[in-house]
């Protein structure tokens, strides 16, 4: 059966839960869609891509939230954090209080049903464009982190890398009176903070060497590590397929395996809330939640006689 392409089904309509009653258009196309995404990964060999709206269910929202609109921000660069103390005051203050979300987030049911289908061999290897770790959580440890993760620290002077967990204890010390008072986190785990809390925040220093700390992740304005982005390359040709899970592929770094799949004739499969910037190299769209799709997807595939 061929899928009808759901380019037209963006998070306006897609992200609304089943109404009742017929749903002809949508319900259809999403069936359809499902199927296709089930018949891939019943074959073995599917590459996963994830993105933010895969950890939403965990409580990290995404960038564009139930609008599907982009949210104004204004990311932290590597530019801005390596050229002063200012910077990176103003990065660490607003992510001392985003790391408390981050930190006590847990992976939902889509990061188990990943790796479920990946310790049954429908999945064969993970890129997350997410830095939250919740993938590693859910116990996929080889999941291949492509814009790092907000739990390890590295010292740009000396290169030694230490947990969040640690720094975290030392900035607390450091900002006893400082009040938690973010509004709105940011799956990087920046949040806005007002000036005055920013300017009265102080920030620790490499506990070795004296040096400037930064979180293990690629900031806006840096390059992902040419090795790392060669492991996604690699996984992406041992695989027969790519499925892209909760990623809009705004960026690059993430849009690019999307289009080598593609190239290279491997069907590519999307199931995100919204229109992506994949959708011309998809066979298969689906706008669905998350959770409650891959759960479903993870159990009728582990029946042992799976309908044709
Ligand atoms: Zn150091």
Request: glycine letters at 12%; hydrophobic letters at 35%; a positive charge.
């Amino acid at each position: 059966m061929r899928i009808r392409p759901m380019t037209g089904n963006t998070a306006a309509g897609g992200s609304q839960p089943p109404a009742d009653g017929p749903q002809p258009a949508d319900g259809t196309a999403t069936a359809d869609g499902l199927r296709e995404v089930g018949r891939l990964l019943a074959g073995g060999g599917v590459a996963v891509l994830s993105g933010a709206g895969l950890s939403t269910e965990s409580g990290i929202p995404d960038y564009r939230g139930e609008t599907g609109r982009a949210r104004p921000r204004t990311p932290m660069t590597y530019q801005e954090f390596t050229a002063s103390e200012d910077g990176r005051r103003r990065y660490w203050a607003r992510s001392h209080v985003g790391w408390r979300t981050i930190a006590g987030a847990l992976p939902n049911a889509g990061h188990r049903a990943v790796e479920e289908l990946r310790r049954s061999g429908h999945v064969t290897g993970v890129i997350t464009q997410n830095v939250d770790g919740l993938h590693r959580a859910a116990g996929t440890v080889d999941a291949v982190e492509l814009h790092g993760a907000l739990d390890r620290v590295v010292c740009l002077d000396c290169r030694r890398t230490s947990t969040r967990r640690e720094l975290d204890r030392r900035l607390s010390e450091l900002n006893t009176g400082f009040r938690d008072t973010g509004s709105r986190i940011n799956p990087d785990g920046d949040v806005d903070l007002p000036d005055e809390l920013v300017h009265a925040f102080r920030i620790a220093p490499c506990a070795a060497c004296g040096g400037v700390l930064k979180p293990d992740v690629v900031f806006f304005g840096e390059g992902v590590p040419k090795p790392r982005v060669q492991q996604c390359y690699d996984l992406v040709d041992a695989a027969r397929a790519l499925l892209v899970l909760g990623s809009s592929l705004t960026v690059l770094s993430g849009l690019r395996f999307v289009r080598h799949a593609a190239r290279t004739g491997k069907p590519v499969a999307i199931v995100n809330q919204g229109a992506t910037r994949g959708d011309e190299f998809a066979a298969a769209r689906v706008a669905a939640p998350l959770g409650e799709t891959l759960a479903g997807l993870a159990a009728r595939l582990g029946q042992p006689d799976p309908a044709p």
